[in-house]
């Protein structure tokens, strides 16, 4: 159980274009799915947390128009890397969690590799 | 402010011999702690948490960690280490004032673990 898969595993753009990334919880209703970036050989960085039905809420330094986050649903969230720039290559990681589940832990995503040339 | 720190950015171990990977933590309340491992390109895997009691917390792949509230320390330990315990290897820490899994995770830096054959 707790299950969570991200597709692509990973994607090629050119500059410019948009990128959606989704991030589903295959076995568990997610309340909340959390978005990571995490650069080579550096720690994960959190980029915004989503709650089902509401605004995400972006971490100081993240531009939300840039990286538009949807939670549409209890099972899935998508990041939209909008106008992509090779500095916005990375891994991206997502990972869900519910509040009804004793300490709350979160479950994490295989991740997605984005590539802007 | 929550952090998570993680002093040593890599740790080389022969195979067979016991295995320290250092975590210091400080934050406001009681802490929940995580310990994760990565595999290259991959996403993150959970190995083990401390939320209450036993100071001694036993995990995945014959990992387990020690809870030391007066040194602030959660080093993840494993008695005989195997080549394919090399990975990188992650302390995380949630603030318990936040019940559900909307409160954050902070990631420490990252440990390389190096097991030699």
């Known amino acids: 159980g707790a299950v969570v898969s991200q597709h692509p595993s990973w994607v090629i753009c050119k500059s410019g274009t948009s990128v959606k990334i989704e991030c589903r919880s295959l076995?568990?209703?997610?309340?909340?799915m959390f978005w990571y970036r995490q650069f080579p050989k550096q720690s994960l960085m959190l980029m915004a947390t989503?709650?089902?039905?509401?605004?995400?809420?972006?971490e100081q330094g993240v531009e939300k128009d840039k990286f538009l986050i949807n939670h549409a649903s209890l099972t899935l969230s998508t990041l939209t890397v909008t106008s992509a720039h090779p500095e916005d290559s990375s891994f991206y990681i997502c990972?869900?969690?519910?509040?009804?589940?004793?300490?709350?832990?979160?479950?994490f995503g295989p991740g997605t590799r984005l590539t802007v040339l | 402010a929550q952090s998570v720190a993680q002093p040593e950015d890599q740790v080389n171990v022969a195979e067979g011999n016991p295995l320290t990977v250092k975590c210091t933590y400080s934050v406001s309340g009681n802490p929940y702690l995580f310990w994760y491992v990565q595999y290259p390109n991959r996403g993150l895997q959970f190995l083990l948490k401390?939320?209450?009691?036993?100071?001694l917390v036993k995990g995945s792949y014959g990992f387990e960690a020690e809870f030391n509230k007066s040194q602030t320390s959660f080093h993840l330990k494993k008695p005989s280490a195997l080549v394919s315990d090399s990975a990188l290897y992650f302390c995380?820490?949630?603030?318990?004032?936040?019940?559900?899994?909307?409160?954050?995770?902070?990631f420490g830096s990252g440990t390389r673990l190096s097991i030699r054959p």
């Open positions: 995380a820490v949630r603030d318990l004032r936040g019940r559900s899994s909307a409160s954050k995770i902070i």
């Open positions: 076995d568990f209703q997610a309340t909340t």
């Open positions: 989503s709650n089902e039905g509401s605004k995400a809420t972006y």
């Open positions: 990972s869900a969690g519910t509040s009804g589940r004793g300490s709350g832990e979160q479950f």
């Open positions: 401390y939320i209450t009691g036993d100071n």
